[in-house]
């Protein structure tokens, strides 16, 4: 049943991002971004006293994977996977790629994701994978993908630098706003409150953009009546959140 409602979440996160897509009227994300963190649950007070070995072997947070699409300067979640703690974030993507409904041009993420089968998925989906594959000490990169995923990113450092903290950004925001932490006992029932998290950001993001474009036109409208037309050399309006 769980499974189920997880599904469906995710569904109504694809549903909102299309929706702001298509209020920004694009039809691809500029890029996609990947990366993984961690929200805690049961009772906090239990982990106060715990430290060092003790602490970390807590296994009291749910891994979650988020992939966010960029539109006009504007971040929006299009994916949500979540597992238990210490999950591989790799092995929570790959799913969520499989699944994926959305395009861009680029796809950003972090070395881990610099691996053959996700660089390869990215590839089939008409994405260019900036990852900053590096060579090991006595190593050098040699697989095919894995090999052009690092000279994307040595062409385009100045596009992964511009974009890739945006999602950082994104997930501290959700935490700070909604916390990093919830007062639960099940695992599954601590994925879905993480999950509603980024329905709420999404939701959110949905609502500026509405009232932003019915502000603007009400101002076009009124000026235009008044036969004051200063915004006459602007095609569409930027966002700027």
Known sequence: ???????????????????????????????????????????????????????????????????????????????????????????????????????????????????????????????????PVKDTTHKRVRNEYRKKAKENYEKNKDIYKKERYKIEQLIGNIKNEFKDRDNLKDLEMARLHVIARFIIYNIIVLAKIIFFLIFWSFLRVTLETRKINYFGFFKQPQFFF
Not at 9 to 14: A, D, Y
Not at 39 to 66: P, Q
Not at 79 to 98: F, I
């Open 1 to 131: 049943m769980k499974k189920i409602q997880i599904e469906n979440l995710n569904k109504l996160i694809q549903k909102i991002a299309e929706d702001i897509k298509k209020e920004v009227k694009n039809k691809e994300f500029y890029c996609i971004i990947a990366d993984g963190t961690g929200f805690g649950y049961a009772d906090t007070y239990k982990l106060s006293w715990k430290r060092g070995k003790e602490l970390r072997k807590v296994k009291s947070h749910v891994k979650t994977e988020i992939l966010i699409g960029i539109v006009k300067g504007i971040k929006v979640v299009i994916g949500v996977n979540t597992g238990k703690a210490y999950s591989d974030e790799c092995k929570l993507l790959t799913p969520m790629l499989d699944n994926i409904v959305f395009g861009a041009r680029y796809f950003l993420g972090d070395a881990y994701y610099g691996k053959e089968k996700i660089i390869k998925k990215v590839e089939e989906l008409g994405m260019r994978a900036i990852i």
